[in-house]
T-cell receptor
């Protein structure tokens, strides 16, 4: 069966510090991978998605970046965190079957980031 | 991507049937309608997806009228554990999916 891991679960960082959040997927090959952010009481905002190694699409211009060094590994980074980067970060994966993904994405447990 | 409109919140009681309606007036011909459920401090979980008429699975039913400008998620005999935020999303199913989550409907089930 497929599983998705995210770490750390919680993180408190000072403004201006770097960030690295990691997401890995097990039990599937060549998944589509996604990073979302959810501010308190709000819906999810898509930040990045990737259809393959080294292929990253950015949805929202900001001080965050994403990388996919391996097929099932997705990393979210920042060189200098802002207060507005606080939120709940979720990684998700989906699979293409015959070119169709049926809008079903599987989400990880999330990382709650607080920037002080 | 088609925009969706849902009630911000709903309240119901255990054992009742709950219907959450979503409006998507600008739905495109190749768009599917998908519903997710999210509990606090967890990622959303896929509930159901449909294109037209009615779809039913073990947890919910999805009713879509002929014009597809709205859809209704039906939860039969809810329990306290159904308290969550429910998101309606509309989009195509080809390629990588850029799901657009609105604010959703916060459903509270009371004893």
């Amino acid at each position: 069966s497929q599983t998705i891991h995210q770490w750390p679960a919680t993180l408190v960082q000072p403004v201006g510090s770097p960030l690295s959040l990691e997401c890995t997927v097990e039990g599937t090959s060549n998944p589509n991978l996604y990073w979302y952010r959810q501010a308190a009481g709000r819906g999810l905002q898509l930040l990045f998605y990737s259809v393959g190694i080294g292929q990253i699409s950015s949805e929202v211009p900001q001080n965050l970046s994403a990388s996919r060094p391996q097929d099932r590994q997705f990393i979210l980074s920042s060189k200098k965190l802002l207060l507005s980067d606080s939120g709940f970060y979720l990684c998700a994966w989906s699979v293409l079957a015959g070119g169709f993904s049926y809008n079903e994405q599987f989400f990880g447990p999330g990382t709650r980031l607080t920037v002080l | 991507l088609a925009k969706t409109t849902q009630p911000i919140s709903m309240d119901s009681y255990e054992g009742q049937e709950v219907n959450i309606t979503c409006s998507h007036n600008n739905i495109a011909t190749n768009d599917y309608i998908t519903w997710y459920q999210q509990f606090p401090s967890q990622g959303p979980r896929f509930i159901i997806q449909g294109y037209k008429t009615k779809v039913t699975n073990e947890v919910a039913s999805l009713f879509i009228p002929a014009d597809r400008k709205s859809s209704t998620l039906s939860l039969p005999r809810v329990s306290l554990s159904d308290t969550a935020v429910y998101y309606c999303l509309v989009g195509g199913v080809q390629g990588a999916q850029k799901l657009v989550f609105g604010q959703g409907t916060r459903l509270t089930i009371n004893p």
